[in-house]
């Protein structure tokens, strides 16, 4: 089973109106030399960095290289492995599970997961000097959050193991031969689906042990629970430290999780943290004397930063070490020598590696990390580090995806370029910050513009406001395919980051705390204001899109007003009393959203709901969600388009087959044809280009 523990990311006229002139987006001025603009076609090409594993002596980097295939729309995964020296690359395997490489503690041996035909993924070790690859195990199930024991002879992982179907009755025994109907599917469990994965098999995720040199995989813990996260071992290699909730009502508590220790050798249980909260991501001191991990005290909020702490190996109060960033935090690693950490944190959108000491002195050492996500700017990113305190990480900006790049006096060293050959013959979109003041209370807003090819602020464009979803998330400085595709069209699209996102303090998160949708829309219009004042906008052309949060604030601001000429809510939530009893996260949403069930509050559901406002709504409105949505269910994007439906509003339904919430644009085929629908839409309900 996979318990949800974050926060949920949601991660969005007249009745009747007149016939309105339709025209195209203005066309850019033609493009001297041999640059043309970026289009949907380029999406396949596209090319994307992930898990840069640095090896212990920093001469080489492991990564995951994702492509895609036009042939089968999706994406190819593979190893490669870099020379820090020299950049030079070479793969080590491909295939569709292709992935987690993790350098053993002497940097000899390369452990990683591979899918080799028929069957589930498998944990495989490279011996470096010679090139040998070998299957350690034949694992019945796909392995997850490797780590080597400090010896190197041992490799611990996470795996599900399966459990007796549940049943209800003793039914009819089939005649041999017989043609029946699938048996009844009997659901006993509190967590019993999952966005991504649908209806979740009995079984529990657990803690595995297996020699490094091969042999018979050995199971370490057992129980109604599910035992994991980032693993790692005791300095001594006698335990493995895991993260989990073994509570007999843990379920019920999806921000409930301590640290416990177990013995490679018999099996023994021990847990050494009693968090009011999540502790998670344990490490242990090069000394073994102390244990890092991430969490927060739970104040039962919806919205809360996780922090940097530390906690002596043989017990003791906790202390945190990051109070004073007031930024959430992850990914702890400790130093080589002992006395700092190397954490992940977001501040404004942009994502750094920062060096963390025993006082609680921040020190970063490289900014500007992106994740592995190409259809939207979300903050994102994964590092590692050497001995020496070289930092490999995924680097990304506005004009190129995720990269490989290694910390260096000065700066970055880029180690890849994987889509210079692509994008380098291209005119792309340009992003600059836009600053902004909220008209609810001066609250400073940062956004960002992305211009089309070829723009020139004489002109007058047609402009798309875009919301990120979560809402407790946050947009920065990265590439977006959707963007550069909707820039190529002739709009101007802006985002920003209104109140209730993250990396902007708990203060600011908290803006939103139990009043959401609240005084984010007056954040957002704001940033509207400030787009049309730098005077090359059409404010007789503005539209609005956004995707869960983003698609929820979407439907919320069409009941708000009419200043949008078309919208797009994309998987949104609609009503959040029905909201909370559907989504995959119920267990995180009544309790922390809104304090209470929707039964015992129904007032404050309803008033947050878009679906309340859709009495006043006049805005030609598109609705898209995808069919295997387990987070936003269909059925929430169903009531908006039935509700437009019967008072006569202009709408449409698209529904993706096959995509979850996550997944949403995941194959190039359905996020290029769900742009060229959005823009389609749009330029449906397009006024008269202004003179």
């Known amino acids: ?39 949907a076609a380029d999406v396949f090409a596209l090319q994307v960095a992930d898990d840069p594993q640095i090896r212990p002596d920093g001469r080489q980097v492991a990564y995951v290289r994702r492509a895609y295939d036009i042939m089968t729309d999706k994406a190819a995964r593979s190893l490669w492995l870099i020379d820090v020296a020299s950049g030079a690359q070479s793969p080590i395997v ?73 049943k209800l009755g003793a039914p009819v025994t089939k005649p041999e031969g017989a043609k029946w109907a ?10 019993y689906r999952a966005d991504g994965e649908g209806y979740l098999k009995p079984g529990y995720d657990h803690v595995w042990v297996v020699s490094a040199d091969g042999g018979a995989p050995r199971q370490l813990t057992f129980g109604p629970f599910d035992d994991g996260g980032r693993l790692a071992w005791s300095a001594d290699g006698r335990f493995v430290l895991f993260s989990g909730n073994r509570a007999a009502d843990w379920q019920r508590a999806p921000l409930q999780a301590d640290i416990f220790q177990v013995a490679a050798a018999d099996g023994a249980l021990t847990q050494l943290t009693h968090s009011v909260g999540p502790a998670r991501g344990p490490v242990a001191s090069p000394d073994g004397r102390q244990i890092a991990y991430v969490g927060f005290i739970n104040a039962h909020r919806p919205s809360q930063d996780a922090r940097l ?8 109060a906790a202390r945190s070490l990051t109070d004073a960033l007031d930024r959430p935090v992850e990914a702890a690693r400790w130093a080589a020598d002992g006395r700092s950490l190397l954490v992940q944190y977001v501040d404004r959108g942009v994502v750094t590696v920062a060096r963390v000491t025993l006082d609680g002195k921040v020190h970063d050492i490289v900014r500007g ?26 680097l ?34 340009a992003v600059t910050p ?17 211009t089309p090819p070829g723009f020139t602020p004489t002109r007058k464009y047609p402009m798309i406001l875009e919301i990120h979803g979560g809402p407790y998330a946050s947009y920065g400085a990265t590439w977006s395919s959707e963007y550069q595709l909707y820039a190529a069209a002739g ?44 005077g090359f906008v059409d404010p007789a052309n503005l539209f609005v899109t956004g995707g869960s949060g983003g698609g929820l604030m979407t439907a919320w601001i069409v009941g708000k007003t009419t200043r949008f000429r078309a919208a797009a809510s994309q998987k949104p939530v609609i009503d959040w009393a029905s909201f909370a009893l559907t989504t995959d996260a119920y267990t995180l949403l009544g309790p922390y959203w809104f304090g209470k069930p929707p039964w015992e509050n129904e007032e404050a559901y309803w008033r947050h709901s878009p679906l309340s406002l859709v009495g006043a709504v006049k805005t030609p409105t598109l609705v898209l969600v995808g069919e295997e949505d387990h987070r936003t269910p269909p059925s929430e994007a169903e009531q908006f388009y039935q509700a437009l439906q019967l008072r006569g509003v202009p709408t449409t339904l698209i529904r993706v087959p096959g995509a979850s919430h996550e997944a949403f644009a995941e194959r190039p085929s359905q996020l290029t044809a769900e742009v060229a629908a959005i823009l389609a839409w749009f330029d449906r309900y397009k006024a008269a280009e202004a003179p």
Do not use: C
């Open 1 to 39: 089973m996979r318990p949800i523990v974050l926060a949920i990311a949601l991660a969005a006229t007249s009745i009747a109106p007149p016939s309105l002139a339709r025209s195209p987006a203005p066309a850019a001025p033609p493009i001297e030399g041999p640059s043309k603009i970026f289009d």
């Open 94 to 166: 491909e295939g569709p599970a292709a992935g987690t490489p993790r350098w053993s503690p002497d940097g000899e041996r390369l452990a990683y997961v591979a899918q080799a035909g028929e069957g589930p993924p498998q944990l495989y070790v490279r011996w470096m000097a010679t090139g040998a690859t070998a299957r350690v195990a034949a694992l019945p199930q796909a392995p997850s959050d490797i780590a080597w024991s400090p010896d190197g002879r041992k490799l611990a992982f996470v795996m599900f193991a399966p459990a007796q179907d549940p």
């Open 182 to 191: 699938e048996p009844l599917k009997v659901i006993e469990d509190v967590i």
């Open 309 to 316: 702490y530390v906690v002596d190996r043989d017990g003791g």
């Open 369 to 394: 990390l992106a994740g592995d996500g190409l259809d939207r700017p979300y903050a994102g990113g994964a590092f590692s580090a050497a001995r020496d305190g070289t930092v490999a990480f995924a």
């Open 396 to 429: 990304g900006g506005v004009d190129h995806p995720a990269d490989v790049a290694v910390s260096a006096p000065g700066g970055a060293r880029r180690l890849t370029r994987l889509n210079d050959d692509l994008l380098q013959g291209k005119t792309l979109a």
């Open 434 to 450: 836009l600053a902004a003041a909220s008209s609810h209370d001066g609250l400073g807003i940062d956004a960002w513009m992305v």
């Open 491 to 534: 709009f101007v699209v802006v985002y920003a980051n209104p109140r209730g996102s993250t990396s902007y303090g708990q203060a600011f998160a908290d803006g939103i705390a139990y009043n959401y949708p609240g005084f984010d829309y007056d954040d957002l219009m704001s940033v509207v204001d400030a787009a049309l004042a730098k």
